[in-house]
């Protein structure tokens, strides 16, 4: 089963394909996980072997290891494969990587020009193309603009992912109590995902990520995994997911309250939800990235807690869980229709906690929708 549809990837095709010849381009090889799904429809378990997408005006080529050939052919709606392999009794065929590379160089043109992912690719593979007397030209920053911008049946996997956050936090906070601990209280809304996803979504790929960081301490730290800390009476709790389908994904966070909050704790929870609401309402096409991350940060500052913010805004958001283009106060980007991210302002204070909600938003022709809705009130995630 394919999980990309055909005139997705034919369509994607197309558009690089013209950027490609704008740019001079002969041959475009992909190194990138993430390039290589969206331009193929495939994703393999592991990469730790070299997978390798070729594209030409004309066809395409996988260069893929030998315990991924099956999967690639049922799901990669490429052209022509080259296998290597790894195991003795093969021994006289391709057995690494570079071998169906180089004989394909081989057979171009010396003055084929390579389009290859300049900031990914190691360093290594971009010394071979110019060792063998090609010209290099970029094409990451092509498909950094290509999967910004979001077609339909994207946003319909957003959309669900979306969704599916909201039921797995309803599960989790369904369960919340003092002494269950950060771990424990994913599991709630992990076991109701999959069974939700399982039951309406027969066939797909589905996979989530956690964050729970619990208490003053680990809640001021922005990025902590979850741990076996038990939750206590006056706990600050950030609480973030990430759900995809089909490798799509969509981000849910909730800050919460347990017992009996300080009145600062309050107002800091507060203002993060008003910053985050100030973020909303500054998305719209046409307007720079750096103005969203302004018109929340202004909420911070005016209130004099300017100096408590770690990050920026927020990030893109599609088939990897931080993509470009960023939310942050020096991207002069302009916004487009169909441009997903997350908005996620945060304010950690020592001895006080961490504050931060995110959530997922499309933009819209007028502003933005976001895909993700579990209640965001500050009434509601006090326990």
Known sequence: MQSVKKESVDR??????????????????????????????????????????????????????????EHAKLNAQVNEFFVYYETKPHSHMNTHHLDPLLRIMDSLESNTVFGLELDIIPASMLKMFQDNGFSVKDIGEDLIELRAVKDEEEIFWLDQAGRLSDIALEASFDNLKPGISELEFDSFGDKKLLEVASEEFPDQIVGFENWTCSGIERSAMPHLY????????????????????????????????????????????????DAQQAGFDAVKPGVKASEVDQASYNIFKNAGYGDYIQHRIGHGLGLTEHEEPYLRFDNDLILEEGMVYTIEPGL????????????????????????????????????
Not at 47 to 63: F, G, K
């Open 348 to 383: 950690y204070m020592p001895g006080v906690g961490g504050f931060r909600h995110s959530d997922t938003v499309i933009v819209t022709k007028d502003g933005c929708r976001t895909i993700t809705s579990y209640p965001r009130k500050l009434k509601n995630l006090m326990f």
């Open 226 to 273: 979850s741990s076996t800390r038990k939750y206590e009476q006056n706990d600050v709790v950030v609480h973030s997911r990430q759900v995809w389908i089909n490798g799509y994904r969509a981000e849910n966070e909730r800050t919460f309250l347990i017992g009996e909050p300080t009145d600062q704790q309050k107002e800091c929870l507060q203002l993060a939800i």
């Open 12 to 69: 994607r095709l197309r558009d690089l394909r013209k950027r490609m010849s704008q740019k001079g381009i002969d041959v475009a090889l992909f190194w990138d996980p993430d390039n290589e799904y969206y331009l193929s429809g495939f994703r393999a378990i592991s990469y730790s072997r070299p997978i390798m997408l070729l594209v030409y005006q004309d066809h395409t080529q996988y260069i893929i290891p030998a315990l991924e050939e």
